[in-house]
């Protein structure tokens, strides 16, 4: 059983083009994040998401929004794609309450924008 | 904002060799701070975190880390590695006034020869 799982898992595109990316958790996790990880491995929180409240890194542009229709999925809606969008996307998810509580991550899923 | 700082970016060991990788933060507030490997080709995993308690902590595989608050420092270690612990090796820190999200070391890249 996968906790986090993310589709697709490789996705080639063109620049300008509009993308999305899913997740779904079956942990029952309230919160989900999206992270990305470029080139040189380093990684960076985009959003963090709960029912309640929608957390943004100030540095990712408006062109990536993340949607979630229930508690168990968050996807990232990514639009007029450029070539430095090109990274690997985590999706992970964390329980309810205690921010001391691990964060579980997907398998990721690594975007290639030509 | 809180800020990570990994001081090795390779390391190259032979098996049996005992491994540290160092791991800073910058935040004044209270923390948890955590351990997450990243074999090739894979999504990342938990080794270890620290929330309260006991400053040294053990986590799965033989590692531990020490967190020593006046230093700001979450040092990894292991006593004796095996080939198989090749992978990347992030030290990653969350606050409480940052929604749980993690924030990220710039990863060590640690390669076992057998």
């Known amino acids: 059983d996968t906790a986090v799982s993310q589709t697709p898992k490789y996705l080639v595109t063109q620049m300008g083009n509009d993308k999305s990316i899913k997740c779904e958790q079956n942990?029952?996790?309230?919160?989900m994040y999206w992270y990305k990880q470029d080139s040189k491995k380093f990684l960076k929180i985009m959003f963090s998401?709960?029912?309640?409240?929608?957390?943004i890194n100030e540095t990712v542009p408006n062109r990536f929004s993340p949607k979630s229709p229930d508690k168990a999925h968050l996807n990232l809606h990514i639009n007029s794609l450029e070539l430095g969008d090109s990274a690997v996307y985590f999706c992970?998810?964390?329980?309810?309450?205690?921010?001391?509580?691990?964060?579980?991550f997907g398998p990721g899923t690594r975007l290639t924008v030509l | 904002a809180q800020s990570v700082s990994q001081h090795n970016h390779h390391v190259i060991l032979s098996e049996a060799a005992s491994l540290e990788l160092g791991c800073n933060y910058s935040y004044g507030g209270t923390v948890n701070l955590f351990w997450y490997v990243q074999y090739p080709g894979q999504h990342l995993q938990l080794l270890l975190k620290y929330f309260s308690g006991d400053p040294l902590v053990k986590g799965i595989k033989g590692f531990e880390a020490e967190f020593i608050k006046s230093k700001f420092s979450f040092n990894l270690r292991k006593p004796s590695v095996q080939w198989s612990d090749t992978a990347e090796y992030f030290c990653?820190?969350?606050?409480?006034?940052?929604?749980?999200?993690?924030?990220f070391g710039g990863g060590t890249r640690l390669m076992v020869k057998p």
């Open positions: 992970a998810s964390s329980p309810p309450g205690d921010f001391s509580d691990e964060q579980f």
């Open positions: 990653a820190v969350n606050a409480r006034n940052a929604g749980n999200m993690l924030t």
């Open positions: 998401y709960n029912n309640k409240e929608l957390i």
């Open positions: 942990l029952g996790h309230d919160t």
